[in-house]
Nanobody, 126 residues
Framework: QVQLEESGGGLVQTGESLKLSCAAS????????MGWFRQPPGKEREFVAA????????YYADSVKGRFTISRDSTQHTVQMKMNTMNPEDSAVYYC???????????????????WGKGTLVTVSS
């Protein structure tokens, strides 16, 4: 089993930045793709960003491309996401996820995702 724990959520104003972190424990995730989904109030969970097992390939949702940057540390057990130029539409619960297939992220396959964190709330005020 893999446990994922998010940190870094909070309240920011429009235009400001925030950095989320996700730490994996338990079974090794070295061979797993990792990434982020988010769920705005009253809406479905949606793909945000993903990074492959060795950190060489990244994918982003169109809505965050150019503003968010996902990265992975050398141990492959921690993933960060720097969010710049935030706006109220970015407000959501952000979930860290891990799966052996990066396509699970890019296809937005919520039901097929192997592991989820409990989420961290991000609120962007206007």
């Amino acid at each position: 089993q893999v446990q994922l724990e998010e940190s870094g959520g909070g309240l920011v104003q429009t235009g400001e930045s925030l950095k989320l972190s996700c730490a994996a424990s338990g079974r090794s995730v070295r061979a797993f793709a990792m990434g982020w989904f988010r769920q705005p109030p009253g809406k479905e969970r949606e793909f945000v960003a993903a990074i492959n097992w060795d950190g060489t390939v990244t994918y982003y949702a169109d809505s965050v491309k150019g503003r968010f940057t996902i990265s992975r540390d050398s141990t492959q057990h921690t993933v960060q996401m720097k969010m710049n130029t935030m706006n109220p539409e970015d407000s959501a619960v952000y979930y860290c996820a891990a799966d052996r297939r990066i396509a699970t992220f890019t296809q937005g396959d919520v039901d097929g995702m192997e592991y989820w964190g409990k989420g961290t709330l991000v609120t962007v005020s206007s």
